[in-house]
């Protein structure tokens, strides 16, 4: 599986932005796909997840703020961000989980939330 992310940039505060994740391979409709981060000089953290039922779980700094999304149609999973501050600025990289329980990383996009 290969999973290519997009949609990063500059965004002020307040201001949003969409992340979009296209994968190759067959096993995408049964993964568990999302998306996670890593600001500089932390370890990298969950901000959402959307399971093959559309389950959703996010972590607690960006609930009410980001939505995420899948189209299985298209192999691909979105993450919409609302109000964005800017301790979201980091790389954002895009991740699956198959039911083998192996994990796939893309090569991430940088968010960069500043005035």
């Known amino acids: 599986v290969q999973l290519q992310a997009s949609g990063g940039g500059l965004v002020q505060p307040g201001g949003s932005l969409r992340l979009s994740c296209a994968a190759s391979?067959?096993?995408?409709?049964?993964?568990?796909v999302g998306w996670y981060r890593q600001a500089p000089g932390k370890q990298r953290e969950l901000v959402a997840t959307v399971t093959s039922g559309g389950r959703t779980n996010y972590g607690e700094s960006v609930k009410g703020r980001f939505a995420v999304s899948r189209d299985n149609a298209k192999n691909s999973v979105y993450l919409q961000m609302h109000d964005l501050k800017p301790d979201d600025t980091a790389v954002y990289y895009c991740h699956a989980l198959t039911l083998a329980f192996h994990n796939y990383w893309g090569q991430g996009t940088l968010v960069t939330v500043s005035s």
């Open positions: 391979g067959s096993i995408f409709a049964t993964s568990t």
